[in-house]
Structures are given as structure tokens and as C-alpha cells.
């Protein structure tokens, strides 16, 4: 069996089993969709923990996965894959990924301004603001977050015929990287806000694992909320913290212990294997007891946050132990490597000022110079609170003003949508279908009418209401296997149109052949043995939209006389210049 941040469904990524090299490149023809993102998943985890040549061996194999999806066409797998591939670029901060990171983001953000999935608009807002702290300016980062935080915090449920625990896997991580936003922004009110919400929705359906990669980020959270509280002089606040970190991290190591006991892996305890849950015990209270332990995890924090935290606990617990020169080297080479970085400023203040407080220690106690400074080390930490606190109201008010925004918006946006499946209504076809076969830039377009095979038996054989969650299911199906720029309606009914702009009629009628394929491989407990037939026209520019639906209905129609279950191109009507 594999290590516990393996994925449970799905073969791993070769690196995560244990092997020294990818083979993602060769072995991503032969998964399916669920099995990719599983593995992506699973890859993202374990480059956490990797050496630097293990993360770059990963971000090559999550790269290859992303290139066999880009060849799939379904924009779902796209856009998780991307924003998997973002995060990880985004976590490095690496100034060198920057313009990398611009490519992938405008990919990533083009398919949700199409497919208009409430979380993936979080996503793309979150990875906006992450950008911007990471290679930018902080401050320009708050509209963003506090987008993602109205758009994140206002799903509550998952969309008619979404899996519930796909939904609340998916919602956690995109809670958990906006977590990481808020962090760099210093905005630790808002963070634990989030970071709740993202523990509660994996309660009752995540893994062990699942649910101890969000107890490591509150940890993490506290952790660095006590050191901010801390250069505020609100030594008591601080205290609090660090001590609700350790409580967290008690139940992050047995949820690790769980989540190592079916695996078959290693027995080391998760104190000897993550950073941040050692250097937990040891901020609570510090003292010689933890040096082991600590020294022993110098070489699995790898990133600059678990890094820094290691190295202030180290400091802390050496002074204890009479070593105040130690406590100084500890901290010492990290303070020179992060003196001119600004990706990670909070974090990064808290150790300057550790290796200051650590060098003055050394030194045998502040002498006259040293005490005028810490006057003025003290007036500006109060500016930098003030500033803080200007910060997360500037947050707040964002927030209040995008959530406003998006009440408006929903208004409209159910008068443009069906109640029952989700997708546009016959209003919304009308508009996109006029505007699409008006516009050059649309051409070639295919429509297609999607009926549904012996639908009325269902409804006669069970009730109106197993109908109902029939119909759910297949404009879900038809939904995710079409790509995000192809328009799925309901029509009325049991029938649905798609309007495929810029696609020829022979790749309209390979993607709706896949996506009847799709449908007819649902589970029978699911979709009741339901089929589809199809017919599909080009609409051509100028032309009526009423006549390409007339001329699809026709094509549907040979589609059930030849037995169903299939789809037929049909005569595209006469458009309006060649009259």
C-alpha cells in the first residue's frame, strides 16, 4: 500500500510511491479524469514535504498531466489542473515563475468567465491575490481576497447532482488556499474565519488525511498569528495562540497516525516528521527538552513559512537551555537569506525581530544605543499594527461591497437560469444563440438538440420525482464531458440544446458522440438506463436561430427512428446573405 498522502482512488503519481522519477508523461493516456485529478492531488501533498529536487520532479509530472488534459477538451479537469499547478508555482515564489504564472492564471481565469463555477470564480480570485502578494504589492491584493472570501464562504451546498463528497473536497481546498492568501496579507481574523469553515465541510466526509492537511494550516495559522501578536507587545493574546497551535497539533499528529496506519508506511511520529506541529509544542513552551526534536526537522521544512517558525522555536528553546550564541546562529543564515524578500513579510518581520532580540541576548542585554532603538522598533511596530488594522477593515469593506454586488447579480442571474438542473433556460439560449450566429468571430456553429431516450417510462415506472433527479443527472453528464465555451440549456422538458461556437460540424458531432457516450455509461441507479439522441446543424452567420433549432429537431428525430442512443448531422438551414 502506499504512503498516507497518496490518493484512494486512482494509481500514484510513481515519485509518491516511493520510485525516483515521474512517469505522469507516460502513464497519463491511461487514467481517467478522476484518476488524474486524484493523482494531482496526491502530487501536490507530497511536493509539500519534498526535497527541492523532489518538487521539481513533481511540478514536471503535475505540467504533464495538465498537457494530456488540455488534449481532452472537458474544462473541468483543465481548470482543477491548472489551479493545481498554480498553487504549487505560487507557493515556491519563486520570482523566476512569474511570467509562468501570468500564462497560467489567463488560461485558468478565461475558462471560469466561461463556465462560471461559484467556486472556481473563488479559485481564480484567490489565485489572483496570491499572485499579487507573491511577485507584487500586498495592498493591491485585498479587492481580490475579499472577492474570494464573499464568493467562498457563500457555498453552502453542492449544485443539483454534484457529488457531496467531491463538493466538499473540492470547496475545502479552495477555503484552505484562500487561508494562505489571507495569511500573507496578515489578515488573521479573516483566515481563521476561513479556516473553520474549511475543518466543518470536511467533518464528516474527508479522509484523515484530508482533514490533517487543514488542522496542519490552523496550526499554522495560529502559529503565525501568536508571533503577530507578539510584535504588537500583546504578549498574553500571543500566548493564546500558540498554546490553541499545540492543542491543534495533537490532533493533526493523531490524525496523521491514522492516516499512516493503513498505509503500511513509515511508524515515525508526526512530531519527527512535520515541522510545524514540533515547533507548536515548543513555542507553547519552550525549553531544552524539544532540541532534539527540532534539530531533527530542519530537514523536512522546506517552505519559507515552516521554516521560519522552526527556526524562532529553535532560538527560543536554546536561550532557555543557557545557549544564547546557538539561539543567535539559528536564526542567524534565514535572516540574511530573507532580508531583502517581500513575498513573505509578516512571517519574515517576526524572524528580524527574533534574530534582534536573539543577537541582544548574546550580547550580554541592551546598552544605552540598543534601548533608543527598541523605542523605535516599538513606535513603528504600533504604526504597522495601525496599519494592519486599516488593512483588514479596507478587507471587510471590499467584502461587504462584493457581496452586495453578487445579491444584485444572483437576481438576475435566476431569471437567466433553469431551477431544476442548473443550466441556462430558454431565455438565456435565445440571447447566446442570437449573438453566436450574429457574430463572425462564432464561426463555424454548431446547435444540436439532445433528447432523452424512453424518459417517459421513467416517469410512468417510478414518479415524476425520479424524473426530475434523472434529468439533474444527465445535464450534469453532458455538462462536464462538453467544453466550458459550448452552451448547455434546457430546452423544456426532457430536452436540452447545445451551442458549440467555433466548431466545425464534423468536431461538434465527435464531442456530442462522447458525450452521449457519457450518458449512456451512467450507473442505472443514477439515470434509470436513460439514452440520448442527438441532432446537430451548423447555424450559419445571419441565419435564424429558430431554424437552426427546427433543422437540429429534425435531425433528432432520424436519430430515434434509427434506434437512439447515437447522434445525426442534419442540413444546416439557408442563412440570411446567400438568400
Known amino acids: 500500500m502506499g504512503p498516507p498522502w497518496a490518493s484512494s482512488a486512482g494509481p500514484d503519481c510513481a515519485l509518491v510511491t516511493g520510485a525516483p522519477a515521474c512517469r505522469c508523461s507516460e502513464d497519463a493516456v491511461h487514467l481517467t479524469d478522476d484518476d488524474i485529478v486524484a493523482r494531482a492531488v496526491s502530487m501536490l501533498r507530497w511536493e509539500q514535504r519534498a526535497t527541492p529536487a523532489g518538487m521539481s520532479a513533481a511540478r514536471g509530472g503535475l505540467d504533464a498531466l ?16 491548472l489551479g493545481i499547478c498554480l498553487m504549487v508555482r505560487l507557493l515556491d515564489a519563486d520570482p523566476a515563475d512569474a511570467d509562468d504564472v501570468e500564462a497560467l492564471l489567463a488560461e485558468f481565469i478565461e475558462i471560469v468567465e466561461i463556465d462560471r463555477d461559484p467556486r472556481r470564480l473563488g479559485d481564480a480570485a484567490t489565485l489572483r491575490a496570491h499572485r499579487t502578494s507573491a511577485f507584487g504589492q500586498g495592498e493591491n491584493a485585498l479587492a481580490d481576497a475579499a472577492a474570494a472570501f464573499a464568493i467562498l464562504t457563500d457555498i453552502t451546498a453542492p449544485a443539483p447532482g454534484e457529488d457531496p463528497v467531491r463538493w466538499a473536497q473540492g470547496l475545502a481546498r479552495s477555503l484552505n488556499g484562500l487561508v494562505l492568501v489571507l495569511l500573507k496579507l496578515g489578515s488573521h481574523e479573516l483566515a481563521d474565519e476561513v479556516s473553520q469553515r474549511a475543518v466543518a465541510v470536511l467533518e464528516t466526509c474527508g479522509s484523515p488525511m484530508d482533514r490533517l492537511v487543514h488542522k496542519l494550516n490552523r496550526v499554522r495559522l495560529q502559529l503565525s498569528w501568536g508571533l503577530r501578536l507578539e510584535r504588537g507587545g500583546r504578549d498574553a493574546a500571543a500566548a493564546t495562540r500558540f498554546a490553541d497551535a499545540a492543542r491543534t ?13 493503513p498505509s503500511g508506511g513509515a511508524t515515525r511520529p508526526a512530531t519527527q516528521e512535520i515541522s510545524v506541529i514540533g515547533a507548536a509544542y515548543a513555542l507553547q513552551r519552550p525549553g531544552p527538552e524539544h532540541l532534539d526534536t527540532l534539530f531533527g526537522l530542519r530537514d523536512v521544512a522546506h517552505f519559507v513559512e515552516d521554516r521560519i517558525v522552526l527556526a524562532i522555536a529553535t532560538a527560543r528553546c536554546l536561550v532557555v537551555a543557557g545557549r544564547a550564541a546557538e539561539a543567535v546562529a539559528a536564526v542567524g543564515p534565514l535572516h540574511e537569506e530573507l532580508r531583502d524578500n517581500t513575498s513573505e513579510a509578516v512571517m519574515a518581520l517576526a524572524l528580524h525581530r527574533e534574530f534582534a532580540r536573539m543577537d541582544q541576548l548574546a550580547r550580554g542585554g541592551p546598552g544605552s544605543s540598543s534601548l533608543a532603538l527598541q523605542h523605535y522598533a516599538a513606535a513603528l511596530e504600533r504604526e504597522l499594527w ?74 410512468d415506472a417510478r414518479s415524476h420525482a425520479a424524473g426530475d433527479a434523472v434529468l439533474r443527472e444527465v445535464a450534469g453528464c453532458l455538462r462536464t464531458a462538453l467544453r466550458a465555451q459550448d ?25 456530442l458522440q462522447r458525450a452521449t457516450d457519457a ?15 442527438v441532432g446537430v446543424v451548423r447555424a450559419p452567420l445571419d441565419g435564424e436561430p429558430s431554424a437552426a433549432l427546427a433543422a437540429a429537431d429534425a435531425a433528432m428525430y432520424r436519430a430515434k427512428r434509427a434506434g437512439g442512443n447515437t447522434v445525426v448531422s442534419g442540413t444546416s438551414p439557408v442563412s440570411a446573405r446567400a438568400r
Open 519 to 533: 450518458v449512456a455509461a451512467l450507473p442505472t441507479d443514477v439515470a434509470a438506463g436513460v439514452t440520448v439522441s
Open 249 to 261: 497539533a495533537r490532533v493533526a499528529a493523531e490524525l496523521w497516525a491514522a492516516a499512516m496506519a
Open 386 to 459: 495601525a496599519l494592519r488594522e486599516a488593512r483588514l477593515t479596507a478587507l471587510r469593506s471590499h467584502y461587504d461591497h462584493h457581496r452586495l454586488a453578487r445579491e444584485h447579480g444572483a437576481v438576475a442571474a435566476q431569471a437567466m437560469q433553469d431551477p431544476l438542473t442548473g443550466l441556462p433556460n430558454r431565455r438565456a439560449l435565445d440571447l447566446f444563440l442570437a449573438e453566436t450566429t450574429s457574430n463572425a468571430a462564432g464561426q463555424p456553429c454548431a446547435v444540436a438538440l439532445v433528447d432523452l431516450d424512453r424518459f417517459k417510462d421513467v416517469n
Open 66 to 81: 495538465l498537457v494530456q488534459a488540455r488534449g481532452r477538451g472537458p474544462s473541468s479537469l483543465v481548470a482543477e489542473l
Open 487 to 511: 452552451m448547455v440549456a434546457r430546452y423544456g422538458g426532457d430536452e436540452f440544446v447545445v451551442v458549440m461556437p467555433s466548431t466545425a460540424l464534423p468536431v461538434a458531432s465527435a464531442a
